[in-house]
């Protein structure tokens, strides 16, 4: 078997080694039925353990809060920028977001289309290398809910702390921090996430609310984009992307095989602790992009004094097996992708390669 790289793309992303061979050794006969998951009716009750066995997962890794719904969806983080404001924008409501970056930006253009977006803060007298301070945010007086982007990935800044909204629906596009770390999911209304950074393969949108934010929704858009219609029908109202949402249920049991959120979040902490102390110790031949306070630690965006230096290290570190570390092509510059699945070796190898380029190139 090939060795496997170091992986640091940002998306999709790399998976749990454990997770891909356990996938593997089911992969042509699921639990003795003579065939593959992805062979197999969703109506069928194999398919159907595997589907309420990811939701159960889920909430019971955010500690089963009470009253809230897992929904499976397709189209991508994308597909719900459009469907939030959608569902939730009644005559004379706005939509208040919390500009940060590349994608709360193309979440708030949706509810432009749909007519009513509000700028609740934003950082971008800042260059959005910064999360707006929590004081600074204030939601209109006539929006239905507040928007955040938890965790940009292109500009790599990170919330530390969530805004109290009260009885306000705090929504919340987690695509690229979802169950890096604990917290009060009662905060939010809704929460999104995309699975291909860290949940599993690309294919399915992970939707986390409230019930009572999505049992009921608007006739007047269509059935498939309506959250009570994924809600009621346990979201097998046409059929589910199985593959996907069978690797979720994988990738869901080997979190909790890491001690659950607070397992996965003190690694997490020491990975980006390595490579920022790593950039930061570099006497500025490596520097941080996001300002110290909102640091991301799962997309570590850093820059070196030259575009053509960064190339040679791209190409260098190409060579030496590392993968995934040019910047975003709207931003530039140099970004590890540290999910979930990296494991710290591989943050090892690459904060020893930092070094050693520094030492040949400095
Ligand atoms: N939001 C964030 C924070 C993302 O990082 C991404 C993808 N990189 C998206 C939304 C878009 O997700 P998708 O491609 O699943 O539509």
Known sequence: MSKRAYNFNAGPAALPLEVLERAQAEFVDFRETGMSIMEMSHRGAVYESVHNEAQERLLS????????????????????????????????????????????????????????????????????????????????????????????????????????TGSLPLIADMSSDILSRAFDVNKFGLIYAGAQKNLGPSGVTVVIAKEELIAESPSNIPTILRYSTHYKNNSLYNTPPSYSIYMVNQVLKWIEEQGGLAGVEAKNRDKAGLLYNTIDGSGGFYRGVAEQGSRSIMNVTFRMESEELEKKFIKASEQEGFVGLKGHRSVGGLRASIYNAVPYESIKALTDFMSHFQKTNG
């Open 61 to 164: 890794l955010l500690g089963n809060p009470s009253g809230y719904k897992v929904l499976f969806i397709q189209g991508g983080a994308t597909t719900q920028f459009a469907m939030i404001p959608l569902n939730f924008l009644s005559e004379g409501k706005v939509g208040s977001y919390v500009m940060t970056g590349s994608w709360a930006d193309k979440a708030f253009k949706e509810a432009k289309i749909a007519g009513g977006a509000h700028v609740a803060a934003t950082s971008e007298d800042k260059k959005f290398l910064a999360i707006p301070d929590l004081g600074s945010i204030k939601p209109a007086d006539n929006a239905a809910y507040l928007h955040i982007t938890s965790n940009e990935t292109i500009e790599g800044t990170q919330y530390s702390e969530f805004p109290d």
